[in-house]
């Protein structure tokens, strides 16, 4: 299964350089960049681990480049996005968000289906890698 959050998500993964044009973009736009990861990509996770600081006052797409090698060597088989931050007046929030890097096998979700008062259903999602290992290992071989 392939997790399908943000920005051309449903493309196949982008390389470096597209990465970087990418990047560029968001800088041009005057955008901060930040870099975040998580081992728990549900979709209404939208707190994930925070890699540094938003990078506000860079103008370099290198700069971001080098950032995503270090959090990739650090975190090898997490999920890795991208988010664009707009901090001009009106806005302040995320223009762009994309993921960068997946583990090498995502499991998926579960559907769980539960009955309750007045044959009402409710149903959640949970990843298949939750209930397999503790957070930051359930990637792990």
């Known amino acids: 299964m392939r997790i399908t959050q943000g920005c051309f998500?449903?493309?196949?993964?982008?390389t470096d350089t597209q990465i970087a044009a990418q990047i560029n973009y968001c800088?041009?736009?005057?955008?901060?960049?930040?870099?975040?990861f998580t081992d728990d990509p549900h979709p209404r996770n939208t707190y994930w681990n925070m890699w540094?600081?938003?990078?506000?006052?860079?103008?370099?797409?290198?700069?971001?480049?080098?950032?995503?090698k270090a959090c990739r060597e650090a975190n090898p088989e997490?999920?890795?996005?991208?988010?664009?931050?707009?901090?001009?007046?009106?806005w302040e929030t995320v223009r762009m968000s994309f993921i960068v890097q997946r583990p090498t096998a995502e499991p998926g979700f579960r559907l769980t289906r539960q009955e309750t008062k007045g044959r009402s259903l409710r149903y959640t999602m949970e990843s298949y890698a939750v209930g397999?290992?503790?957070?930051?290992?359930?990637?792990?071989?």
């Open 27 to 36: 800088l041009d736009q005057n955008w901060a960049v930040a870099l975040e």
């Open 9 to 14: 998500s449903f493309l196949p993964d982008l």
């Open 78 to 90: 997490t999920y890795i996005r991208i988010n664009a931050f707009d901090s001009t007046k009106g």
């Open 52 to 68: 540094g600081l938003p990078m506000f006052d860079l103008r370099d797409p290198a700069g971001v480049m080098g950032e995503l």
């Open 132 to 141: 397999r290992n503790p957070e930051g290992a359930r990637y792990a071989p």
